[in-house]
T-cell receptor
Framework: EAQVTQNPRYLITVTGKKLTVTCSQNMNHEYMSWYRQDPGLGLRQIYYSMNVEVTDKGDVPEGYKVSRKEKRNFPLILESPSPNQTSLYFC?????????????FGPGTRLTVT | GQQVMQIPQYQHVQEGEDFTTYCNSS?????IQWYKQRPGGHPVFLIQ???SGEVKKQKRLTFQFGEAKKNSSLHITATQTTDVGTYFC??????WGGGADGLTFGKGTHLIIQP
């Protein structure tokens, strides 16, 4: 089954404790991205990757890092989480990139930073 | 900067009534996508429009892309409880090199249906 998986689905952590949210897709997609969703603000892009070892900042990259060492994986790293990073995070992938068609979204990771 | 604005933010309808959400971009879009997110779920792709003036239908859903490719709409005829959710439009962000760098989403329209 074609899918995007994220782990963990729920996470409660404390300020400053480094964490990684994993994202994996099994569709051989080149383009992957991370979004955060906050009430009233919709979906905002954090980082995206056009291919292996190619990453770039989206609208709200501050406080986040990503890496793309393999085509299927695109982890999101919060080196020193802060309460304002409490949010719902979605990973997405697509075959042709942002202008080229359907984005497949993962199930989401709900992060709470206290 | 490039923005995609969507209205209304919330729409309450009685079951069986029609629903429309509108999307406007500050710049011309090469294409526009529409997504639906059910409560507690993740966004799911509905459709992509590419051509100026394009109209596409999916059962009770009608999608339009404006002639100037700066606006779009989604119309649902005779809403059903299964239509509940948030509808987002999204357009590609154009980078300095002229290519699509990312995707910018409207803030979404929450459709609430009263039986």
């Amino acid at each position: 089954e074609a899918q995007v998986t994220q782990n963990p689905r729920y996470l409660i952590t404390v300020t400053g404790k480094k964490l990684t949210v994993t994202c994996s897709q099994n569709m051989n997609h080149e383009y992957m991205s991370w979004y955060r969703q906050d009430p009233g603000l919709g979906l905002r892009q954090i980082y995206y990757s056009m291919n292996v070892e190619v990453t770039d900042k989206g609208d709200v990259p501050e406080g986040y890092k990503v890496s793309r060492k393999e085509k299927r994986n695109f982890p999101l790293i919060l080196e020193s989480p802060s309460p304002n990073q409490t949010s719902l995070y979605f990973c997405a992938s697509s075959l042709l990139g942002p202008g080229g068609g359907e984005q497949y979204f993962g199930p989401g990771t709900r992060l709470t930073v206290t | 900067g490039q923005q995609v604005m969507q209205i209304p933010q919330y729409q309450h309808v009685q079951e069986g009534e029609d629903f429309t959400t509108y999307c406007n971009s500050s710049t011309t879009l090469s294409n526009i996508q529409w997504y639906k997110q059910r409560p507690g779920g993740h966004p799911v792709f509905l459709i992509q429009l590419v051509k100026s003036g394009e109209v596409k239908k999916q059962k009770r859903l009608t999608f339009q892309f404006g002639e100037a490719k700066k606006n779009s709409s989604l119309h649902i005829t005779a809403t059903q409880t299964t239509d509940v959710g948030t509808y987002f439009c999204a357009g590609p962000l154009i980078g300095w090199g002229g290519g699509a760098d990312g995707l910018t989403f409207g803030k979404g329209t929450h459709l609430i249906i009263q039986p």
